[in-house]
């Protein structure tokens, strides 16, 4: 499927795969494309890096407290919140408003609470999307890309999805993932799977490594390392890039 890629447009194909705004063939076009394109994938990483870093200056704002349990009163009535709460104590009438007098209230009341339904609306239903949890993949590759292996993650699920679309281990023995951060020592994630495809489940005390860390490959005996660190060749290092 990489034939139907122009290889001219490689970069601008890069910014619009991590913005999610390929179809499902060009994306699986140019995934296929970074499996065996370093170019392809170090323009996969600049976007990304590119993309994350616009969203460092930005400040989360927290909406009032109060604000849902308004919004809902308005959408659902205040049947349920007036039985929790005691009762108010009665007050005297007020005079009639300008407004009230030109008959005006009732419409005002309408459209307001024709928008904060739909501000809860788009609170409930946009605001997750708006707000995706931050993703990260890694592109790992030998030398001679032989063997590709792309992670992927999405922050805090505790899962690797792993697809292997080149090489496998030698014979008798098993792939390796690590991963490193700093200058500590590989901490392993796990073995990879026999199969081109599967998942790795990650311990929640690992989570924090995950960022700001690359990852590695190496071949080890059935098993995994038997010492806790990687004893066989290392044969693909990259660095984790995070979206979001």
Same mark, same amino acid.
Do not use: C, F, H
């Given at each position: 499927m990489s034939?139907?890629?122009?290889?001219?447009?490689?970069?601008?194909?890069?910014? $619009?795969? *991590?913005? +999610?705004?390929?179809?499902a063939d060009e994306a699986a076009a140019f995934e296929t494309l970074m499996a065996t394109d370093a170019s392809a994938r170090a323009d996969y990483a600049r976007w990304a890096e590119d993309f994350v870093g616009m969203t460092d200056d930005i400040a989360p704002v927290a909406p009032p407290a109060a604000l849902l349990d308004r919004i809902r009163a308005a959408a659902f009535g205040t049947a349920a919140m007036e039985e929790a709460a005691p009762a108010p104590k009665p007050v005297k009438p007020a005079k009639s408003?300008?407004? $009230? !007098?030109? +008959? #005006?209230?009732?419409?005002?009341? +309408? =459209?307001?609470?024709?928008?904060?339904?739909?501000?809860?609306?788009? %609170?409930?239903?946009?605001?997750?999307?708006l707000d995706p949890p931050a993703t990260a993949t890694v592109m790992l590759a030998s030398a001679d890309e032989g063997l590709v292996v792309e992670v992927g993650y999405v922050e805090d699920s505790g899962n690797l999805e792993v697809t292997r679309t080149a090489g496998a281990a030698p014979e008798?023995?098993?792939? $390796?993932?690590?991963?490193?951060?700093?200058? %500590?020592?590989? *901490?392993?994630?796990?073995?990879?799977?026999?199969?081109?495809? =599967?998942?790795?489940?990650?311990?929640?005390? #690992?989570?924090? #490594? #995950? !960022?700001?860390?690359q990852c590695a490959i190496s071949i080890e005996p059935p098993g995994g390392s038997p010492t +806790?660190?990687?004893?066989?060749?290392?044969?693909?290092?990259?660095?984790?890039?995070?979206?979001?």
């Open positions: 034939d139907d890629i122009d290889p001219n447009g490689e970069n601008m194909l890069a910014a $619009e795969y *991590v913005l +999610g705004l390929l179809n408003s300008w407004m $009230e !007098r030109l +008959g #005006l209230l009732p419409a005002a009341a +309408g =459209g307001l609470v024709a928008a904060m339904v739909a501000l809860w609306a788009i %609170n409930l239903y946009v605001g997750p999307l008798g023995q098993v792939l $390796e993932l690590w991963v490193i951060k700093g200058e %500590n020592p590989p *901490v392993s994630l796990g073995v990879l799977p026999a199969d081109e495809t =599967g998942t790795l489940v990650v311990a929640e005390a #690992l989570w924090p #490594l #995950l !960022r700001g860390a +806790g660190a990687p004893t066989g060749e290392i044969v693909a290092v990259a660095p984790i890039v995070w979206v979001g």
